[in-house]
């Protein structure tokens, strides 16, 4: 009996992220490596990675320790021009950035007024941008990358594999089911 076929978009951050990481190796290169040797046992899993996606990984990692099957990886963008997307999602992507954009306003207005105080401004400085990376980044989709994972993952009709808590939200809101690291992990180990 023939297995089925398995399509999954892999997202950098599990290779990248330490947390993610873990379930495959302690470095980059390392995890990279042991999840090729596993999907080089599995004739029914094919797994995808839009080039821009796969140009960011490549940028933490020193490619002569990475394993030649790295062109198990196909890399495949994502036909932008071709894939519809439903109104409401950039409706409701809309709403979320311009609520974003007045959180990350409250967070400036908070700290300018430190500095009036006469607060240290290297502590304003640090404590401004974490916040304000926070109120506009986390949870949301903030790059093309992450856009393409999407996009890919909806054409295919895979699964996506992501840490990355934004790019999973707005994932699910197309119906696209999403696998942890540990899950991928579980899904070539079997």
């Not at 995808?48 to 490549?58: A, C, D, K, R």
């Not at 002569?64 to 409401?88: G, M």
């Not at 306003?105 to 404590?127: D, F, T």
Request: a positive charge; aromatic letters at 8%.
């Amino acid at each position: 009996m023939k297995r089925k076929e398995i399509k999954i978009v892999l997202d950098a951050n599990i290779f990248i992220n330490p947390d993610a990481r873990l379930f495959f190796g302690k470095s980059i290169e390392e995890a990279i490596n042991n999840f090729l040797h596993l999907l080089e046992k599995k004739s029914n899993i094919t797994c995808f990675m839009p080039p821009s996606v796969f140009s960011e990984l490549l940028n933490f990692v020193e490619i002569k320790k990475v394993s030649s099957k790295l062109s198990l990886i196909d890399k495949k963008p994502p036909s932008k021009y071709e894939i519809p997307i439903p109104a409401i999602l950039l409706y409701e992507f809309i709403e979320e950035i311009r609520a974003r954009i007045n959180k990350g306003l409250r967070v400036a207005e908070k700290h300018s007024r430190k500095g009036l105080r006469g607060a240290k401004e290297e502590e304003i400085i640090k404590n401004l941008r974490n916040e304000y990376r926070l109120a506009l980044r986390e949870g949301i989709i903030d790059s093309k990358e992450d856009f393409d994972l999407i996009l890919l993952s909806k054409e295919l009709s895979a699964y996506l594999s992501t840490s990355d808590k934004g790019v999973i939200k707005w994932a699910q809101k197309l119906g696209i089911t999403c696998i942890s690291a540990e899950e991928l992990k579980n899904l070539l180990s079997n």
